[in-house]
């Protein structure tokens, strides 16, 4: 049987005998909204847990309008999203002037020019002032958190005075699921802030598809409170990226909505772990480097025997993809070396060398990319010249009757090993 996967912006294809193939491990099918521009209208008129957007202009009356807002690498709706929400905002009374978006970097790099229009219309970009977040300047410490740490975010959002974050709830290998509070921390916040939350990832309840005691989601919420965030705009896509739900309102009560829809789409039972999962990252952008890229890895690895092999598909046109993941990457000499890194100090950056360890440790790991042959050995991984390279070397690892799951979409689909 042909297997074709996305691939950057094209496809990749590979020939595996269909007695191989235990099951494709996909999302459950969930149809995008015939009329999504009508949907988000919808949801802004009847908020979950809050005061529509006219209410709280009326009440606050607010001088800035701040509008955190996904970067590149999160592929979010906005043109459906963004014109019912600026209508609402100027039927309220607030001035194009009066509003700055704020792209949610992270620690990523800022959208480009092109990026911008491309993400957000050019409609969007010509009318009004649009910022990328830095997370080492510009910033102001708005006080202590219930972890200690201090709460430090990029000035525009601090000194708004009222405060929309927009985004794309998903799962997450260690937040739980992505959107809501995610937009606050790490979005727009500070380095060191950052740095501590992600530092939690060690804890076992900071897992993917897990919020409820989850210490990463906790802290992330406290932060979203803290600073003023009004109002929230979150959808979840299908696996062709349409709209399948919308929610606005409340940074809680709208984001858990939103969670129980993507949790019924995204969460697939399994009977047991295969041999081999052959995982796509998903194409452009997710698998834009290898620091995106993990996401997919990580989820896959959850199908996989110990000792069995994940075939990760994912171009990686921009290699590693950070700085300080790919200086922990060079700067080791075997997987043990990024271990005693990470218990002597967590550094941001060095958490995703860590988070591929942890799979590496029980697993092997084949990537076809367009990673030149060094870097991806580096990586601890195998390398492949093609795809089908990568699924003849399967075959001579596990022989000819070796079970396995594929995951076109590994990003977007949990498996459960019941």
């Known amino acids: 049987m042909e297997i074709v996967l996305a691939y950057g912006k094209d496809v990749v294809k590979g020939t595996i005998n269909e007695d191989n193939v235990l099951a494709e491990v996909s999302p459950k099918t969930a149809r995008g909204l015939e009329n999504p521009l009508e949907a988000v209208k919808r949801a802004l008129k009847n908020p979950i847990g809050s005061d529509t957007i006219a209410g ?7 001088g800035k309008v701040a509008i955190v807002v ?19 905002l100027k039927n309220a009374g607030v001035k194009d002037e009066q509003i700055v978006f704020v792209v949610a970097t992270g620690i990523h790099r800022g959208n480009t020019e092109e990026e911008n229009r491309q993400t957000f219309t050019p ?6 002032r649009i910022v990328n977040h830095s997370a080492d300047e510009n910033l102001v410490t708005l ?17 708004a005075d009222m405060v929309i974050t927009t985004g794309l709830i998903g799962l997450h290998y260690f937040a739980g699921y992505s959107g ?36 990463v989601h906790w802290i992330m919420l406290e932060a979203a409170r803290m600073a003023g965030v009004d109002f929230i705009l979150n959808v979840v896509t299908n696996t062709q990226k349409e709209i399948v739900s919308v929610v606005a309102g409340d940074v809680e009560k709208a984001w858990l909505e939103g969670v129980k829809v993507c949790e019924e789409i995204s969460v697939v039972k399994l009977s047991e772990a295969a041999d081999v999962v052959i995982a796509g990252a998903g194409g452009h952008p ?37 700085d300080v993941f790919e200086e922990w990457i060079r700067q ?16 941001l950056g060095g958490h995703k060398a860590f988070a591929i360890a942890r799979v590496l440790k029980e697993k092997n790991v084949i990537l076809v990319s367009d990673m030149p042959r060094e870097d991806v050995e580096k990586l601890y991984f195998t390398y492949a010249a093609s795809f089908q390279e990568a699924l003849d070397q399967v075959a001579q690892r596990h022989g000819s009757n070796f079970k396995a799951y594929v995951m076109p979409q590994a990003t977007l689909v949990l498996p459960q090993v019941e």
């Open 56 to 62: 709280i202009v009326n009440k606050k009356k607010p």
């Open 70 to 88: 996904n970067d590149v690498t999160r592929p979010t709706p906005y043109k459906y999203m963004l014109p019912p929400l600026m209508e609402e």
């Open 123 to 128: 409609e969007i970009v010509d009318r009004y």
């Open 143 to 159: 006080g202590k958190m219930s972890d200690g740490t201090q709460l430090s975010v990029n000035r525009e959002v601090a000194e």
């Open 180 to 215: 809501g509070r995610k937009s606050i921390l790490p979005g727009v916040a500070a380095r060191e802030l950052i740095t501590a939350n992600h530092a939690k990832m060690t804890d076992p309840r900071a897992a993917t598809g897990n919020y409820k005691d989850n210490p």
């Open 286 to 322: 997710k698998d834009i480097n290898i620091y995106q890229a993990q996401k997919a890895l990580e989820n896959a690895a959850a199908a996989v025997k110990p000792g069995g092999t994940i075939i990760l598909v994912a171009q990686c046109r921009e290699g590693y993809g950070e």
């Open 332 to 347: 080791s000499n075997k997987l043990e070396d990024i271990f005693e890194r990470f218990e002597r100090q967590f550094v």
